[in-house]
């Protein structure tokens, strides 16, 4: 695998559990010797996200409610104090209104729009730009989730496949921006794993059913697949890769009828 990352920090937002593909990229990071830094978005995550981070070396475990300015804040000062620096962010955060995954797209409300987009959208810019001054001369990395949803019509996923367009919109203008400071952006669009958010998503386990039946792989990818693909994208290995969404969905996006 990738070449080591021992003397690197990173950030991670979005762990909820051991199932949130925010945690496979930690553990595969950690595994490669990256300093990490957890954040978690409530404190009813707190002490679940503590006892997970005991898996790994030395972490730093923060709240951060994205939609918070005050909280970003207070996870890079926190940073800045402990690490110094930083190389990697990873965003695994998003969120809609549960009765917004279901039924007609059109009858989503102007509020769930919003709050999608801040949360699922908005959020890493805003993350972004507050871990640039800390990347400083050190070629950073920003990796973060999206899913097809953004670009085809997946029934139920609704509000969350437009706030994935305008996230995958966010990591090319971001590319843009920061290419010429030395660091990368890049995201990876997941095929579908059962996890928390996955499960507000009415009728998942059909989506799930489908891409074992359709996919070229004709098989559900892992969390660890996603979390590799971090790593890959946070090393050198992937030096000239920016602005991308790269797949890892069983190869489903290459699929017509
Ligand atoms: P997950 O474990 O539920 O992770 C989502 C995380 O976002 C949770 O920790 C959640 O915290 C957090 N979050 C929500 N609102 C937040 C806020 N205001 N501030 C900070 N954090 C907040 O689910 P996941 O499937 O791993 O999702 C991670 C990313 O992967 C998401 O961007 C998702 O869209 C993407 N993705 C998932 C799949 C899939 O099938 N699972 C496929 C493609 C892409 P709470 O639990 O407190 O809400």
Known sequence: MPTKLTDRTGVIFG??????????CAKALDSQGMRLCLTYATDRLEAGV?????????PLILRCDVTSPEEI????????RE???????????AFA????????????????????????AYSLTAVARRALPLMEGREGTIVTLTYIGSERVVRNYN??????????ASVRYLANDIGRLGHRVNAISAGPIRTLSASG???????????????PLRRNITGEEVGNT?????????HGITGSTIYVDSGYHIMGV
Do not use: P, Q
């Not at 503590?50 to 030395?58: D, F, I, P």
């Not at 690490?83 to 955060?93: Q, T």
């Open 15 to 24: 762990v909820a559990n051991k199932r949130s593909l925010a945690w496979s």
């Open 50 to 58: 503590r006892k997970l981070a005991e898996e790994l070396t030395n």
């Open 73 to 80: 804040d207070s996870v890079f000062e926190e940073i800045e």
């Open 83 to 93: 690490f110094g620096h930083l190389d990697s962010l990873l965003h695994g955060v």
């Open 97 to 120: 209104k549960r009765e917004e995954l279901a039924g007609d797209f059109y009858h989503t409300s102007k509020e769930g729009y919003m709050l999608a987009h801040e949360v699922s």
């Open 159 to 168: 509000v969350m496949g437009i706030a994935k367009a305008a996230l995958e």
């Open 201 to 215: 998503v009415e009728g998942f386990s059909k989506i799930l059913d489908h891409i074992e039946a359709h996919s």
């Open 230 to 238: 971090c790593l890959f994208l946070c090393s050198n290995m992937s």
